[in-house]
């Protein structure tokens, strides 16, 4: 549990497995704190081999609220290259989901020498007509602050009964505890506002990718209806090279039933990546 420095923003962050090992630095969505990844699926991550990273953007968990101030998704990539830099590493691989997959695609455009490889999950390029939200799901993404704890809650399990897994793979319990530990850390709805604006600011990244040169995969869920996996697929399409993968049955989450096969087809991409073709 530590912390690194981007000017005069802190970053915390939290390592698993063997710090010798190859780096994966793992980026979060929109208002989602390192937490959201989970303890034991990191650790999935670390029994292939990898040192494993997960820290909260700027403006959720704990790291540093910038009330009153706008800034890009550039800036958000270099927090997590402030991350890599505490660290001592020089490269690593990144994943990033929903919001994260924008972002390591913005990190991949500023700073590919620090780069492994790129995954992005569950995102897209912002091109419109790509990755596009249904009415439903649109509807919680931009639903007013939740008034108490216990809404807050309930939210998180209706959305994810809107854009989430299959239903089969839902645990209410489980989703209920995780929202709850996330309330309880950090509620700062107003620093997911300001990511949102970071997003609009980035505009659409194609053409910029497009030009990209550095291993990458792309992983979505077939039921997704927060970003339609048309957007996955647009931004494999896009990045020369890149490897699509869509997890059928898989929402805009990540449920213990698919951490077997993510962490397996993400452990012998990168691995590859590394050994060259």
């Known amino acids: 549990m530590s912390t690194a420095l981007n000017g005069d923003v802190e970053i915390y962050y939290e390592e698993f497995g063997d710090p010798g090992a190859p780096t994966?630095?793992?980026v979060n969505g929109l208002g989602s704190q390192c937490?959201?990844?989970d303890v034991a699926w990191c650790r999935l991550f670390g029994?292939?081999?990898?040192?494993v990273v997960r820290f909260d953007n700027r403006d959720v968990g704990l790291s540093t609220k910038l009330d009153g101030t706008?800034?890009?998704l550039a800036d958000?990539?270099?927090d997590a290259i402030a991350v890599l830099s505490a660290m001592g590493e020089d490269r690593a691989h990144v994943m990033g989901c929903s919001m994260g997959g924008m972002i390591v695609q913005r990190l991949a455009l500023d700073h590919a020498d620090r780069l492994l490889s790129l995954t992005s999950v569950m995102s897209r390029t912002r091109e419109p007509g790509y990755g596009e939200s249904s009415k439903e799901a649109l509807a919680?993404?931009?639903?007013?602050?939740a008034p108490s704890r216990a809404a807050y809650i309930d939210r998180q399990v209706a959305a994810l009964h809107v854009y989430g897994s299959k239903p089969a793979w839902l645990d209410d319990d489980a989703i209920r505890v995780?929202?709850?530990a996330a309330y309880d850390r950090c509620f700062c709805p107003e620093g997911v506002g300001r990511q949102m604006t970071a997003i609009r600011h980035d505009g659409s990244r194609s053409a910029e990718l497009a030009e990209l040169d550095l291993p990458t995969l792309?992983?979505?869920g077939s039921r997704d209806t927060l970003i339609d996996p048309s957007g996955g697929r647009r931004t494999a399409e896009v990045i020369p090279g890149a490897r699509y993968v869509e997890i059928e049955g898989m929402g805009h989450d990540y449920p213990p039933p698919v951490w077997r096969e993510w962490v397996a087809v993400w452990s012998d991409f990168a691995h590859a990546a590394v050994a060259g073709p």
């Open 24 to 26: 994966l630095l793992l």
């Open 35 to 37: 937490l959201n990844y």
């Open 47 to 51: 029994d292939e081999g990898f040192h």
């Open 70 to 72: 706008d800034y890009a």
């Open 76 to 78: 958000m990539a270099d």
């Open 140 to 145: 919680f993404l931009l639903a007013p602050a």
């Open 178 to 180: 995780r929202a709850g």
């Open 218 to 220: 792309v992983i979505h």
